[in-house]
């Protein structure tokens, strides 16, 4: 297991966002947590950056306790974040955004090799390397959300949201690419409303509601399960 | 960050050419007196933007100006140390002196921040009027502070008690503050710097801890504004409390606006356009000066929101290249 989340509660102010959640991710995995809006999906997500401490449980990565740590300790560990909505920063070009991702590599070969990795995953990007971030149309401000991401060289990926405000062709475009940065021997946890698209191009899945998990499995088989496919699925 | 254009080059020589060859020009007292005071005031204006970079507003500014002034003259008069140690001294006390006041108030953002500054400058007002009054000279202040001198053996011995002579080292200073403000920022920091004052809560995320670079930020700014404090002092030879009180700070962050947040050579061009403006040109409309000086102001924040050296950018979009600009 590459990440173990044991009991967690998060709690903002008295209000518990997140009630005794456990979930793992393996090693090499595409992991997806569905469930719909203020389920606490995005807090999970926080928490296991650093970003929202944890009131109870604990969460490991790579066998070693994570939580507490400050969340540049942990992007330095190998865990990187892409935030809701497509979070850029807007003044800056699409490469000084990238670059910014590698803040806590020297630059060097390997981070330019990832540079070139990037842009054989978003060729577009190479295009817009001097255009301002906040130029860009929705689904290149994700692929650079995503490519920032990955300038850290992450041996873990959490997505929140990646197909929000996308077209349904620039949603397959994205899940494509996840496939693809996923057999790079990159372990995914993707936060999505569009269970449709998490559980397709995942291994397995989690269901939460209010804060707790209700539901988990084998990605296919959520796929098939009833409960999923008339709450999630639209079906 | 700016994109270097050839033109830019040839306009920042021009400028020091006639800057460098300036007694040859003119001797008039007064105009070195003000150009002096221009120098001083960039200083200051830049280092109140080396704040605004990481996207707050310092109100005590000032006050950190009134540190470094303080600083340095009872370096001089009391240790005894030459302005040439006093002043870097000066600066790095006012620094050290940011770092502890930047611990407690950077946790605070926007209005918050904003109070807490205003309150430390009235803080500091209010002490070095009131306390230490056999130091710090109470609300009269201190007097007398000295020019610097340079003594090389018996031989050579530069007074700077002329206003030519302060006017050339305030320039050489000028300059190299402006230099080294230029390299922070186009360096990684003063990437990081941007990144915050764009989104600290994405920064973070990132893996940078943006608690650390505020401070450092708020340091080098503040190193700044001690260095114009110690010029000040000496240039001027009288310092009181009130004339680091929190209304001083409202002029230089117009020339801030008026030239060009969050670029370097912004508070530049701001402060030398708006000090040439009011004290060689509005002079001679009397009553209606400052009616004048206030209207030129509104109208260039209205139709150049990004401030005079957007200039180049203004005529240059009618000739758009590939470059999107932001929504």
């Known amino acids: 297991m590459i990440l173990d989340v044991k009991g967690v509660d998060v709690n903002y102010g008295k209000v518990a966002a997140v009630r005794n959640v456990s979930f793992s991710v393996s090693k090499g995995s595409i992991v997806a947590l569905i469930g719909a809006n203020g389920a606490g999906k995005s807090t999970i997500l926080k928490t296991i950056s650093g970003l929202e401490p944890c009131n109870a449980g604990e969460i490991s990565f790579q066998g070693q306790r994570i939580n507490g740590l400050s969340p540049q300790e942990i992007v330095k560990q ?59 149309s929705g689904g290149e401000q994700q692929m650079v959300a995503i490519g920032r991401a990955l300038m850290s060289s992450p041996k873990l990926l959490l997505l929140d949201e990646p197909s929000t405000g996308l077209s349904p062709i620039m949603s397959q475009t994205i899940a494509k690419i996840i496939r693809v940065i996923n057999e790079k021997q990159v372990s995914i946890l993707l936060v999505e409303q569009n269970a449709n698209l998490a559980l397709t191009i995942a291994d397995s899945g989690y269901v939460l509601e209010t804060g707790s998990v209700v539901l988990e499995g084998n990605a296919q088989q959520l796929l098939k399960d009833e409960a999923v496919k008339s709450a999630y699925l639209g079906i | 960050m700016p994109k270097k254009i050839g033109i830019e080059a040839i306009l920042i020589i021009l400028a020091l050419v006639v800057l460098v060859t300036m007694p040859w020009l003119t001797q008039e007292t007064y105009v070195f007196h003000i150009l002096c005071l221009i120098g001083i005031n960039i200083i200051f204006a830049a280092s109140l933007n080396a704040i605004l ?58 209005a918050y921040f904003l109070l807490f500054t205003f309150l430390f400058a009235e803080l500091i007002r209010i002490l070095l009027s ?11 202040g201190l007097t007398n502070i000295p020019r610097p001198s340079i003594e090389l053996g018996s031989l050579i011995k530069i007074s700077f008690d002329s206003k030519i002579e302060f006017y050339y080292l305030i320039l050489l200073i000028t300059l190299g503050s402006i230099a080294i403000l230029s390299r922070i920022d186009r360096s990684r920091t003063g990437m990081i710097f941007w990144a915050i004052s764009q989104s600290e809560s994405l920064t973070e995320s990132i893996g940078i801890d943006s608690m650390k ?34 209304h001083s700070v409202l002029a230089p962050i117009a020339y801030v606006v008026v030239g060009g947040m969050g670029t370097v050579f912004g508070p530049v061009i701001g402060t030398t356009f708006l000090m040439v403006l009011s004290h060689f040109f509005l002079r001679e409309l009397g009553f209606y000066e400052l009616l004048v000086y206030g209207l030129i102001i509104v109208g260039i924040i209205r139709f150049m929101p990004e401030g005079l050296i957007s200039i180049p950018n203004f005529i240059f979009s009618r000739f758009p290249e590939a470059s999107g600009s932001g929504k």
């Open chain 2, 130 to 140: 009131n306390f230490g009054i056999s130091v710090f000279g109470g609300i009269p």
């Open chain 1, 78 to 136: 190998g865990i990187s974040h892409v935030p809701e909505g497509r979070r850029l920063f807007p003044e800056m070009t699409v490469g000084e955004n990238l670059s910014m991702g590698a803040y806590l590599r020297k630059w060097g070969g390997d981070t330019k090799n990832d540079l070139d990795a990037i842009f054989e995953y978003f060729p577009v990007l190479k295009q817009r390397i001097r255009q301002k971030a906040g130029s860009l």
């Open chain 2, 213 to 246: 670079f505020k401070i450092l930020g708020v340091a080098i700014g503040c190193f700044f504004a001690g260095v114009a404090g110690s010029l000040y002092a000496h240039f001027v030879g009288i310092i009181t409390p009130t004339d680091f009180a929190v």
């Open chain 2, 53 to 110: 970079n990481i996207g707050e507003l310092n109100l005590a500014q000032s006050a950190f100006m009134g540190i470094g002034a303080y600083a340095s003259t009872l370096l001089v008069t009391r240790v005894g140390l030459s302005f040439w140690f006093a002043l870097p001294l000066a600066a790095l006390i006012t620094a050290v002196i940011s770092l502890l006041i930047g611990l407690l108030t950077l946790r605070f953002r926007g």
